[in-house]
């Protein structure tokens, strides 16, 4: 009698059904015992502080008492209890000291990361994000880093990042704007941030790390194309790049511009919207929305263009090399007291 081989056809599709029950089985068992982690943590954060608060039991171990426990429980559980960690169970109690606010999607990694962020609307966002969007924990923290939510309140619409932290508040009533960050963090492209860039090379790297773009560009994109060409009679038009946004319910044109933004670049982005609304949108889809992705933003030349006021153009920076928090932080500031001054101008006019 022939010996079956494991992959013949008639064992391949329970082998298949077996895989996928085992890689199930994995994943439930990983995430039960992240449940359970995060759980201890919690429990050993709040007993740290209810002995904390005790009165005689504080006066008596003040700063000792984080180190004492670290030494007898590394010497009887092992790694993970260190000074440093439990001061992170402590400090994780104090920030959710309600139970049921801890998001069972969530590790113990991802709750580290969130203790950086000291605001706390900007957490519960982070929360809710990371939560609802399946971000991993090196994901969290990166967006974490490159201030993810200022970036998108530097859109100026701050209703658009309460309403995308209630779950409850439809996708319907988010605005293009909101979905723009201002500037766009690309270091995970591995690029120079300093020399002549090609557009050609920024457009492909973009595209070799599709995954973190999107990423970076926010809920709801799905990529369509790359060098879409529309025509009109007597010429051809290629667009950098295609998404569709199917929270937006539009397509999104990305024009990467590695210099300075010019005002025809504003108008040639302008046109594409306008043809591809009337070549490509589809019955049932919104107004489709234009972003220039470029190196340098005159604000100046924001002011007297299209761009002013656009719910459907748009002008932001990227940045290939991933500054430190405070120089971003100082960027942002300076970015939203621009915008502050161009408005108070109109006004005066």
Same mark, same amino acid.
Request: aromatic fraction near 10%; include cysteine.
């Given at each position: 009698?022939?010996?079956?081989?494991?992959?013949?056809?008639?064992?391949?599709?329970?082998?298949?059904?077996?895989?996928?029950?085992? %890689? &199930?089985?994995?994943?439930?068992?990983?995430?039960?015992?992240?449940?359970?982690?995060? &759980?201890?943590?919690?429990?050993?954060?709040? #007993?740290?502080?209810?002995?904390? %608060?005790?009165? %005689?039991?504080?006066?008596?171990?003040?700063?000792?008492?984080?180190?004492?426990?670290?030494?007898?429980?590394?010497?009887?559980?092992?790694?993970?209890?260190?000074?440093?960690?439990?001061? #992170?169970?402590?400090?994780?109690?104090?920030?959710?000291? *309600?139970?049921?606010?801890?998001?069972?999607?969530?590790?113990?990694? #991802?709750?580290?990361?969130?203790?950086?962020? +000291?605001?706390?609307?900007?957490?519960?966002?982070?929360?809710?994000?990371? @939560?609802? /969007?399946?971000?991993?924990?090196?994901?969290?923290?990166?967006?974490?880093?490159?201030?993810?939510?200022?970036?998108?309140?530097?859109?100026?619409?701050?209703?658009?990042?309460?309403?995308?932290?209630?779950?409850?508040?439809? @996708?319907?009533?988010?605005?293009?704007?909101?979905? $723009?960050?201002?500037?766009?963090?690309?270091?995970?492209?591995?690029?120079?941030?300093?020399?002549?860039?090609?557009? +050609?090379?920024?457009?492909? @790297?973009?595209?070799?790390?599709? &995954?973190?773009?999107?990423?970076?560009?926010?809920?709801?994109? @799905?990529?369509?194309?790359?060098? /879409?060409?529309? +025509?009109?009679?007597?010429?051809?038009?290629?667009?950098?790049? $295609?998404?569709?946004?199917?929270?937006?319910?539009?397509?999104?044109?990305?024009?990467?511009?590695?210099?300075?933004?010019?005002?025809?670049?504003?108008?040639?982005?302008?046109?594409?919207?306008?043809?591809?609304?009337?070549?490509?949108?589809?019955?049932?889809?919104?107004?489709?929305?234009? *972003?220039?992705?470029?190196?340098?933003?005159? #604000?100046?030349?924001?002011?007297?263009?299209?761009?002013?006021?656009?719910? &459907?153009?748009?002008?932001?920076?990227?940045?290939?090399?991933?500054?430190?928090?405070?120089?971003?932080?100082?960027?942002?500031?300076?970015?939203?007291?621009?915008?502050?001054?161009?408005?108070?101008?109109?006004?005066?006019?």
């Amino acid at each position: 009698m022939a010996n079956l081989i494991p992959n013949t056809p008639p064992l391949s599709g329970l082998l298949n059904a077996l895989r996928e029950l085992i %890689q &199930q089985g994995r994943q439930q068992a990983l995430r039960a015992v992240d449940r359970v982690q995060v &759980q201890t943590c919690w429990e050993i954060g709040r #007993h740290i502080v209810e002995f904390e %608060q005790g009165g %005689q039991a504080r006066a008596a171990y003040g700063k000792k008492l984080l180190p004492k426990l670290a030494e007898s429980l590394t010497r009887e559980f092992g790694k993970g209890f260190d000074t440093t960690n439990l001061r #992170h169970m402590r400090g994780f109690y104090l920030a959710f000291p *309600i139970r049921d606010t801890v998001r069972r999607e969530l590790s113990w990694s #991802h709750y580290r990361a969130l203790l950086r962020v +000291s605001n706390k609307e900007a957490r519960e966002w982070y929360v809710h994000e990371a @939560a609802s /969007q399946n971000w991993s924990a090196r994901a969290l923290d990166r967006q974490i880093g490159t201030l993810y939510y200022e970036r998108l309140l530097l859109s100026g619409d701050k209703a658009g990042v309460a309403a995308e932290a209630d779950a409850n508040i439809s @996708a319907l009533q988010q605005t293009p704007r909101e979905f $723009v960050r201002d500037p766009v963090m690309l270091e995970f492209l591995g690029l120079p941030g300093t020399g002549k860039l090609l557009e +050609s090379k920024l457009e492909q @790297a973009l595209m070799d790390k599709l &995954q973190a773009f999107l990423l970076e560009l926010g809920k709801g994109f @799905a990529f369509v194309a790359r060098q /879409q060409r529309i +025509s009109t009679e007597t010429q051809d038009f290629y667009i950098d790049l $295609v998404f569709y946004n199917y929270l937006l319910k539009c397509f999104v044109l990305i024009d990467l511009k590695t210099g300075k933004l010019a005002h025809q670049d504003i108008g040639q982005m302008d046109m594409y919207v306008r043809m591809y609304d009337d070549l490509k949108r589809g019955e049932g889809d919104n107004p489709t929305v234009g *972003i220039l992705l470029c190196e340098h933003k005159d #604000h100046s030349v924001v002011r007297y263009s299209v761009l002013n006021d656009s719910e &459907q153009l748009f002008a932001t920076r990227y940045r290939l090399v991933l500054p430190s928090e405070e120089e971003l932080r100082l960027e942002i500031e300076r970015e939203r007291d621009a915008i502050e001054a161009a408005r108070r101008w109109e006004e005066e006019e």
